[in-house]
Nanobody
Framework: QVQLVESGGGLVQAGGSLRLSCAAS????????MGWFRQAPGKEREFVAS????????YYADSVKGRFTISRNNAENSVYLQMNSLKAEDTAVYYC?????????????????WGQGTQVTVSS
């Protein structure tokens, strides 16, 4: 069983930065791509960023490209999301997820394990 635990959320002013972390259990972390998704109140869950198994390939939603950076440390079973130039519309619960395969993916159904989420609130 894989467990994912997010941390690092909080309240920040527009233009500020936050770094989200996701710690994964299990010995096969480095074999799978990882992703970040978010869900704002009243909206569907949406893709934010994905990173392949080695960290060499990354894929971003257009809405965060150039502002967010996804990274991973396979030795520490962790994946990160550095969020800069935050906007009020970035306010959401952010979820870490493990992909079913090794390559970057943007569809939620491609992910089989999910964390509990961490709240990010950006005040304008």
């Amino acid at each position: 069983q894989v467990q994912l635990v997010e941390s690092g959320g909080g309240l920040v002013q527009a233009g500020g930065s936050l770094r989200l972390s996701c710690a994964a259990s299990g010995r096969t972390f480095s074999s799978y791509a990882m992703g970040w998704f978010r869900q704002a109140p009243g909206k569907e869950r949406e893709f934010v960023a994905s990173i392949n198994w080695s960290g060499a390939a990354k894929y971003y939603a257009d809405s965060v490209k150039g502002r967010f950076t996804i990274s991973r440390n396979n030795a520490e079973n962790s994946v990160y999301l550095q969020m800069n130039s935050l906007k009020a519309e970035d306010t959401a619960v952010y979820y870490c997820a493990r992909s079913r395969g090794r390559l970057t993916r943007s569809d939620a159904f491609e992910y089989d394990y999910w964390g509990q989420g961490t709240q990010v609130t950006v005040s304008s």
